[in-house]
C-alpha cells in the first residue's frame, strides 16, 4: 500500500544554464511521487515546457532536495528553491545534522560505523573527509566533541596515531540525528576506542570548520592530507549508491577484503570536472553520457586504495562493469551487491555502484584528481 509520501506532489523552483544564449532559466517543477512523472512550466514565458511525462526509473523524493541535481530530458536541472510550504515540510522534516569523528584506533569500524548512522536516521551522508592530525588540531578536535581536560588530552594523543588509519569526520542528515547518532557511537566506542559524536549543532559546527578546507587541520604540518599516490587506486561510491545508503557497506566490505584505504573524501562534482576525470574513459565505456550525468546527481564518495598489485585486484573485487553480468556471476562483487540494472532508457547502466580505475599507470593520476586537483577547487561536498 502505497505511503502518503508516495501519494504527495512536490513543488519546486529548478534552474537550468542554457550553454547558447549563456542564461539562466527558471522552471516551475511539479513532480507527482505515486506515479513518478514530473512536468515543468518556464517561470518567465508561463508556458508549458514539459507535459506531464514519466521520470527515469531510478527517481524518488530524495532526488529533490533543496540544492540536488537531477537529469531530467536532457537537462541539468538544479532544485533552487522549494515553491511552497508543503513541499519544504515534506523534504525537511525536523532534519538535523549529526557530525561524527572516528579515530585511527576505529578506522576499521568506519564503514559499519556510517552504515548504522544512516539507517538509524533514514538520513543521507553530507559529508565524509579523513585527515591527518597534528597535536594542536587534534586537541581541539577532542575539545569539540565535548572532552576537557585529561579525557581531551588523552583523546588527543589517540587521534595522532597513524596506526589504523586516518581521522574521519563524517556528517549525516536525518531525523533525530544527533540524539540516534550518539546512541551507535557510544555503542561502537567500547569496541572501537575513538569513536565521537558531536553533542549540539554549535560542537559539529566547529568539528567541520576545523576540518573545512584552510581550517586548523589543513594548515597543520602535512595539511592533514593521508593520500599517497604510490601503489594505489582510485574507487569512487557514486551518487547512486550514497542515496541508496550503501556507502558504509562498500568501505566495509572493501576493509574486510584486505585493502587499505589511505585517502577518503566526499565530493559534488560539476558537469566540467565529471568530464575532466572521464576523459580517458570516452569511446571506451558504453553510456558514457549518462556516467556523467550519474556523476553530477549528488555527493560521491573518493577512496585511495592501496595493497600489492591493488589496481588488477580492485578490479576484479569491484566486478564486471555491466551490472546484470555482475549480479549473474559475481553476486558477491561490489557491483553484483550495489549496482542497479537499466530498468530503462534512463542512464541505469550507468549505476554500477563504484567506478574504479582500469590502467595500473592511471591509479596515481586519478587519485591525484580528487585528493589534489580538487582540494585546490574546492570540490569538496559542501
Same mark, same amino acid.
Given at each position: 500500500?502505497?505511503?502518503?509520501?508516495?501519494?504527495?506532489?512536490?513543488?519546486?523552483?529548478?534552474?537550468?544554464?542554457?550553454?547558447?544564449?549563456?542564461?539562466?532559466?527558471? #522552471?516551475?517543477?511539479?513532480? #507527482?511521487?505515486?506515479?513518478?512523472?514530473?512536468?515543468?512550466?518556464?517561470?518567465?514565458?508561463?508556458?508549458?515546457?514539459?507535459?506531464?511525462?514519466?521520470?527515469?526509473?531510478?527517481? $524518488?523524493?530524495?532526488?529533490?532536495?533543496?540544492?540536488?541535481?537531477?537529469?531530467?530530458?536532457?537537462?541539468?536541472?538544479?532544485?533552487?528553491?522549494?515553491?511552497?510550504?508543503?513541499?519544504?515540510?515534506?523534504?525537511?522534516?525536523?532534519?538535523?545534522?549529526?557530525?561524527?569523528?572516528?579515530?585511527?584506533?576505529?578506522?576499521? *569500524?568506519?564503514?559499519?560505523?556510517?552504515?548504522?548512522?544512516?539507517?538509524?536516521?533514514?538520513?543521507?551522508?553530507?559529508?565524509?573527509?579523513?585527515?591527518?592530525?597534528?597535536?594542536?588540531?587534534?586537541?581541539?578536535?577532542?575539545?569539540?566533541?565535548?572532552?576537557?581536560?585529561?579525557?581531551?588530552?588523552?583523546?588527543?594523543?589517540?587521534?595522532?596515531?597513524?596506526?589504523?588509519?586516518?581521522?574521519?569526520?563524517?556528517?549525516?542528515?536525518?531525523?533525530?540525528?544527533?540524539?540516534?547518532?550518539?546512541?551507535?557511537?557510544?555503542?561502537?566506542?567500547?569496541?572501537?576506542?575513538?569513536?565521537?559524536?558531536?553533542?549540539?549543532?554549535?560542537?559539529?559546527?566547529?568539528?567541520?570548520?576545523?576540518?573545512?578546507?584552510?581550517?586548523?587541520?589543513?594548515?597543520?604540518?602535512?595539511?592533514?592530507?593521508?593520500?599517497?599516490?604510490? $601503489?594505489?587506486?582510485?574507487?569512487?561510491?557514486?551518487?547512486? *549508491?550514497?542515496?541508496?545508503?550503501?556507502?558504509?557497506?562498500?568501505?566495509?566490505?572493501?576493509?574486510?577484503?584486505?585493502?587499505?584505504? $589511505?585517502?577518503?573524501?566526499?565530493?559534488?562534482?560539476?558537469?566540467?570536472?565529471?568530464?575532466?576525470?572521464?576523459?580517458?574513459?570516452?569511446?571506451?565505456?558504453?553510456? #558514457?553520457?549518462?556516467?556523467?550525468?550519474?556523476?553530477?546527481?549528488?555527493?560521491?564518495?573518493?577512496?585511495?586504495?592501496?595493497?600489492?598489485?591493488?589496481?588488477?585486484?580492485?578490479?576484479?573485487?569491484?566486478?564486471?562493469?555491466?551490472?546484470?553480468?555482475?549480479?549473474?556471476?559475481?553476486?558477491?562483487?561490489?557491483?553484483?551487491?550495489?549496482?542497479?540494472?537499466?530498468?530503462?532508457?534512463?542512464?541505469?547502466?550507468?549505476?554500477?555502484?563504484?567506478?574504479?580505475?582500469?590502467?595500473?599507470?592511471?591509479?596515481?593520476?586519478?587519485?591525484? #584528481?580528487?585528493?589534489?586537483?580538487?582540494?585546490?577547487?574546492?570540490?569538496?561536498?559542501?
Amino acid at each position: 500500500m502505497p505511503s502518503a509520501r508516495d501519494q504527495e506532489v512536490l513543488s519546486l523552483l529548478a534552474e537550468w544554464f542554457d550553454p547558447l544564449p549563456q542564461l539562466t532559466k527558471q #522552471y516551475l517543477l511539479r513532480y #507527482y511521487c505515486d506515479t513518478n512523472e514530473a512536468e515543468m512550466v518556464e517561470l518567465k514565458t508561463k508556458r508549458l515546457f514539459l507535459k506531464r511525462s514519466p521520470c527515469p526509473s531510478h527517481f $524518488s523524493s530524495k532526488d529533490f532536495a533543496l540544492g540536488s541535481k537531477i537529469i531530467l530530458y536532457g537537462r541539468d536541472l538544479t532544485i533552487a528553491a522549494f515553491a511552497d510550504k508543503p513541499t519544504e515540510n515534506i523534504l525537511t522534516p525536523e532534519t538535523e545534522s549529526a557530525v561524527f569523528l572516528v579515530g585511527p584506533e576505529g578506522f576499521l *569500524a568506519v564503514g559499519k560505523i556510517l552504515d548504522e548512522l544512516v539507517a538509524c536516521t533514514h538520513g543521507l551522508l553530507a559529508k565524509l573527509k579523513m585527515a591527518r592530525l597534528e597535536p594542536a588540531s587534534a586537541l581541539e578536535a577532542a575539545r569539540c566533541v565535548g572532552l576537557q581536560g585529561a579525557a581531551a588530552r588523552d583523546a588527543a594523543a589517540g587521534l595522532c596515531r597513524s596506526r589504523g588509519g586516518g581521522v574521519v569526520l563524517g556528517v549525516v542528515r536525518g531525523h533525530n540525528a544527533r540524539d540516534l547518532a550518539a546512541k551507535v557511537c557510544a555503542r561502537f566506542a567500547p569496541q572501537s576506542d575513538g569513536v565521537w559524536c558531536c553533542g549540539s549543532e554549535q560542537q559539529g559546527a566547529n568539528l567541520e570548520s576545523l576540518f573545512a578546507p584552510g581550517g586548523a587541520v589543513s594548515r597543520g604540518k602535512g595539511g592533514g592530507a593521508t593520500a599517497t599516490f604510490d $601503489s594505489c587506486t582510485c574507487c569512487v561510491i557514486k551518487p547512486h *549508491a550514497v542515496k541508496a545508503g550503501n556507502a558504509g557497506k562498500i568501505i566495509d566490505k572493501i576493509l574486510n577484503q584486505g585493502f587499505e584505504i $589511505s585517502a577518503m573524501e566526499s565530493f559534488r562534482l560539476t558537469r566540467t570536472q565529471a568530464q575532466e576525470f572521464f576523459e580517458v574513459y570516452q569511446g571506451v565505456i558504453p553510456k #558514457y553520457t549518462e556516467v556523467l550525468d550519474e556523476m553530477t546527481t549528488g555527493t560521491c564518495v573518493a577512496l585511495e586504495i592501496r595493497g600489492q598489485n591493488v589496481v588488477g585486484a580492485f578490479r576484479e573485487a569491484a566486478g564486471p562493469w555491466d551490472v546484470e553480468m555482475a549480479k549473474e556471476l559475481r553476486p558477491n562483487s561490489i557491483r553484483g551487491m550495489f549496482g542497479e540494472g537499466a530498468k530503462d532508457s534512463s542512464g541505469g547502466g550507468a549505476r554500477t555502484g563504484v567506478h574504479c580505475t582500469d590502467l595500473t599507470e592511471d591509479g596515481p593520476s586519478e587519485c591525484r #584528481y580528487f585528493f589534489e586537483l580538487m582540494q585546490q577547487g574546492g570540490g569538496s561536498a559542501p
